[in-house]
């Protein structure tokens, strides 16, 4: 079957530096997204990795291994408005994104 | 309208009646979504639509129906709704068609069946 594997929740502190892991298993893969929800609202674009390697955008990153079926979110330099949750999804074979639970990441002062 | 947007913002529906959650979308994209979030699920696909006229079912179809009649619009409508449609409803759009494409989200329908 297709899965993806992300940690519940986490907790951070203002400043430092977190890491989200995700694992996926898909019918074949087609990249990998990561979005970003605010409690209540609508999730929005963060990150697309296809190859494998680090891509990053300002305080956030976002890695991909595919020979391990592994990606994570790094978030640097944390501050409050990062508290959200954050959703990994896969790109299978039929071009279907398939979406774990979300990991929701509380930022404390 | 600046992106895409879905009607009501909340509802209480009673168990059996008919319902109808609006989603229009200006971007002009050619794709749409519709998914359910669930707490401690991920989104779920419910029905899509790739371009006007035409539509394909999710991972979750039973219960629901959807149309596209224009670009702009891609309604769902859940028949005869039951209390395990309570959920969170989420429109969304891409501009191409393959699941590579960003999709962009509405701000959802909270949508509570008694």
């Known amino acids: 079957g297709q899965n993806i594997d992300q940690p519940t929740e986490m907790t951070a502190t203002e400043g430092a530096i977190v890491q989200i892991n995700c694992t996926y298993q898909?019918?074949?893969?087609?990249?990998l997204f990561w979005y970003q929800q605010h409690a209540g609202e609508a999730p929005t674009f963060l990150s697309y990795n296809v190859l494998d390697g680090l891509e990053e955008k300002g305080r956030f990153s976002s890695f991909l291994s595919r020979s391990k079926g592994y990606s994570y979110l790094l978030l640097k330099e944390l501050q409050m408005k990062d508290s959200a949750s954050y959703l990994c999804?896969?790109?299978?074979?039929?071009?279907?994104?398939?979406w774990g639970a979300g990991t929701k990441l509380i930022i404390k002062p | 309208i600046a992106g895409i947007t879905q009607a009501p913002t909340s509802q209480i529906l009673a168990a059996g009646r008919r319902m109808t959650l609006r989603c229009t979308q200006d971007?002009?994209?050619?794709?749409m979504y519709w998914y359910r979030q669930d707490l401690g699920l991920g989104l779920r696909l419910i029905h899509y639509s790739n371009t006007a006229g035409t539509t394909g079912k999710g991972e979750v179809p039973d219960g629901y129906s959807v149309s596209r009649a224009n670009t702009d619009d891609f309604p769902l409508t859940l028949a005869s709704a039951v209390p395990s449609q309570t959920s969170v409803y989420f429109c969304a759009s891409s501009d191409g068609l393959s699941g590579t494409d960003t999709q962009y989200f509405g701000p959802g329908t909270r949508l509570t069946v008694l």
């Open positions: 971007m002009r994209h050619n794709a």
């Open positions: 999804a896969g790109v299978d074979s039929n071009y279907q994104l398939i």
């Open positions: 898909t019918s074949g893969f087609n990249g």
